[in-house]
């Protein structure tokens, strides 16, 4: 089921110079770390004049789905939602 | 009138994603992917089935459906509900994907595109179009996601292409050549071409027509005179035989915003809230567009199935918010509601280009409503959407959603 979660949350992120890539790498919700796995969708919205990064993934063990929005203004990390791949 | 085949190369391609928004929600999450997915535009029961994965399609659950009669079908259904942004990001990989091949890129909607090779660097190579189209599709897996799958079709024109793209779905790759049109032909129905829908098949009917097969070898006068009274006969015609008469671009008409009310109700203060929302949306496409209307309508359905409708040309220029309001405002309070309303829509008209601007009366005096619209606008740009509104709109940031538009790509 999907869960509107709307947190600040803790997250390490790494860039690649080598693939130019960079990604969440680490999340630390409420009290537990979710090594990411696989990426699903990487996009941007605007909101303004504000850049917002959304990343769409699942955690390693392919548990949970989460959707992290990354503010570029403030540099913040707000987990917006996330499922366990269910309908309820 | 006797016509060949066109038996010219077949040089252009429809390409759609498949169940575009499903799929995009299945790329976005794992979890989700081989399960039935719908999304729909309310996650409530009454929200109406916008898009279903193929799983979900294979359970019966087609467009249009709420979300009630998905879940009877499948209790385990996955409801989700639409990410515009999203979609729009998908749209313009998609799109860049076909732009590395050619800029004659033809958007049809949000999930479809219609390809012209002709005179293409990648044609011109000497690769075969089916080469090339492995190639899109790959290349598209590479933008999109792993998990995303289009359907290709290509034929002589647009109508043989968007038939073969729908011959074998999921992911497809078909092409429909003078050579293989009839046999194609024979194993369809009416319906299964595009733009022929039931009204259609039955008008086809009756003039002895009932296979698509009988369509083409029917003669252009029959078509003209006895089925479609008109030059709309001559068309099918040519289509069906593989010339090209669609591709004809038509300029934009009119703005519109609509909105299908969760609480439906008769309170006209509440309806007028709602009304001013869609005023300031549509003002701030029409302006973004550079253009001004010169005419308005407004349209209300009713719970009861009864629907009540006025456009009226107006004397000045509409271009700010506040004069489609007073506008639209002015038909809300001449409309019969006989029920509680579902559906509000307000549209503007008769558009003229605001360039060159022409002077006002008023300008930069406290009547000067489009310097007031313009310095909004751009507020609102910068801090993001309905940070200032009328105070009309006060408390109203999460009614009426952002929607996605199917048919007109243009703004995106």
Redesign the interface.
């Known amino acids: 089921m ?1 869960e509107k979660i709307n947190e600040e949350v803790s997250v390490v992120m790494y860039y690649s110079s080598q693939k130019r890539l960079a990604l969440p790498h680490l999340i630390s919700w409420q009290n537990k770390d979710y090594a990411v796995g ?1 990426i ?2 990487h ?3 605007k ?4 850049l917002h990064h ?1 990343f ?1 993934l ?1 955690d390693k063990e ?1 548990i ?2 989460f959707r992290l929005n990354f503010n570029t203004d403030n540099l913040h990390w707000t987990l917006e939602a996330v ?5 309820t | 009138m006797d016509l060949q085949l066109n038996d010219n190369q077949p040089l252009t391609m429809h390409i759609d994603l498949n169940s575009c928004f499903a799929m ?1 929600e299945q ?6 992917r081989y ?1 039935p997915v719908v999304v729909a535009a309310y996650d409530t029961p009454k929200g109406a089935v916008l898009a279903s994965s193929y799983e979900a399609k294979h359970l019966g659950i087609k467009l249009m459906l709420n979300v009630r009669e998905a879940r009877l079908l499948c ?6 509900t639409p990410d515009p ?2 979609y729009f ?2 749209y313009q990989r998609f799109k860049k994907v076909l732009l590395n091949y050619t800029n004659e890129v033809t958007p049809k909607s949000i999930d479809e595109f219609i390809v012209d090779f002709k005179g293409s660097r990648a044609v011109q190579t000497g690769l075969s179009l089916s080469k090339v189209s492995y190639q899109i599709k790959q290349d598209i897996k590479e933008s999109l ?1 792993e998990y995303v799958t289009v359907n290709v079709g290509i034929s002589t024109n647009r109508f043989l292409a968007k038939l073969a793209s729908g011959l074998n779905k999921p992911d497809g790759l078909d092409i429909i050549t003078a050579k293989n049109l009839r046999e194609i032909y024979e194993q369809l129905e009416l319906e299964d071409l595009p733009g022929i829908n039931t009204r259609y098949r039955a008008r086809l009917n009756m003039a002895g027509i009932c296979t698509p097969l009988q369509f083409l070898d029917a003669p252009v006068w029959k078509l003209k005179k006895e089925v479609f009274h008109g030059i709309v006969g001559f068309y099918w015609f040519m289509r069906l035989r593989g010339y090209e008469i669609d591709s004809v671009k038509f300029g934009r008409k009119s703005f519109g915003q609509q909105y299908a009310l969760g609480n439906k109700t008769t309170d006209l203060e509440e309806l007028s809230r709602l009304l001013m929302k869609l005023c300031e949306k549509t003002g701030r496409r029409l302006r973004s567009n550079n253009y001004t209307a010169w005419g308005i309508h407004l349209s209300l359905s009713f719970e009861n199935q009864m629907y009540w409708t006025k456009g009226e040309k107006t004397s000045s220029a509409i271009y700010s918010t506040q004069d489609i309001y007073l506008q639209s405002q002015k038909l809300l309070y001449q409309a019969v509601i006989s029920a509680k309303v579902t559906n509000i829509a307000v549209t503007v008209f008769n558009l003229r280009p605001t360039d060159p601007k022409q002077l006002g009366l008023f300008d930069n005096t406290n009547l000067d409503t489009r310097s007031l619209a313009e310095a909004a606008d751009t507020i ?6 309905f ?1 200032l509104v009328p105070a009309r709109m006060a408390n109203m940031k999460d009614v009426i959603l952002k929607r996605v538009a199917f048919g007109n790509v243009s703004e995106l």
Not at chain 1, 83 to 87: E, K, Q, T
Not at chain 2, 27 to 32: C, D, E, K, S
Not at chain 2, 380 to 385: K, Q, R, S, T
């Open positions: 999907r696989r699903g969708y996009h941007t919205v909101v303004g004049a504000t959304i769409e699942v392919d949970l789905w499922s366990d791949g269910l309908a | 995009i790329q976005a999450n794992p979890l989700i399960k209790p385990e259904v996955i409801v989700m942004d999203k990001d998908a996601g609102n740009d910068h801090y993001g959407e940070t």
